[in-house]
């Protein structure tokens, strides 16, 4: 049923659940059954895309701290300007301190907590270059009703993914914020239909926000 809702969605830009019934070929009270509101069916969707992404968001950031040189310096201790050592209990520039403590587990905080921002907000750019994206991705916030909800959801997943540590310096903040933009601006298009980027292109965006990053990632 919900990869039916999820088809529809992103070829009609609608989903109402008799219309999701009938792309599921069941009844509607038989839909009902499972999901009793058009609220419960687009936060089934909204769940299984969610899942997807932290999926695809935790390989990406994985694969990205495995191809780090060994011995090479976090970039944020590179990029910051804080003089600490790593002994004196205080959490280095661009990596999370503890992305567990006084929040919700996420089922790959782990991935995320071996990783600096500048990895996490690299793998966000990646991702969103090559990630399966459709309308459906962009319908499910625009209903007028739900935009307020569903988008709280998807912006907490977000800020987890894309934290940045108390005592980042200014100037690596601006430059995570300009990677994120990037970013942002690709996976709308991408999942609105108005811009698909070629591999070339995906790799020229890399290199500028690696080099907006200071190229050690």
């Given amino acids: 049923m919900l990869d039916a809702a999820e088809a529809h969605l992103g070829a009609d830009g609608t989903l109402s659940l008799d219309s999701a019934a009938r792309a599921a070929g069941v009844t509607k009270p038989g ?6 509101t058009k609220e419960q069916l687009l936060t089934a969707v909204l769940d299984r895309l969610a899942a997807r992404y932290e999926q695809e968001m935790a390989e990406a950031v994985s694969t990205l701290v495995e191809r780090a040189p060994a011995g090479r310096p976090p970039a944020g201790a590179v990029l910051g300007s804080i003089d600490r050592s790593p002994s004196d209990g205080a959490p280095e520039e661009g990596r999370p ?42 319908v499910i916030f625009a ?19 894309l934290d940045v ?27 609105s239909g108005l811009l698909e980027t070629s591999a070339e292109e995906a790799g020229t965006l890399r290199k500028i926000a690696v080099d907006l990053l200071g190229g050690d990632i």
């Fill in 31 to 36: 839909l009902m059954y499972h999901f009793a």
């Fill in 143 to 161: 209903d007028p009703k739900l935009r307020v909800a569903l988008t709280q959801r998807w912006q907490e997943q977000v800020d987890r993914w």
């Fill in 165 to 191: 540590p108390a005592g980042t310096s200014v100037g690596l903040r601006r430059r995570l914020l300009a990677v994120r933009l990037l970013a942002d601006g690709l996976w709308f298009d991408r999942a």
């Fill in 97 to 138: 301190a503890d992305v567990q403590a006084g929040a919700e587990a996420g089922t790959h905080d782990a991935v995320f907590a071996e990783a600096t921002a500048p990895q996490r907000f690299l793998a966000y750019l990646e991702w969103a270059g090559r990630a399966s994206l459709s309308s459906a991705d962009l």
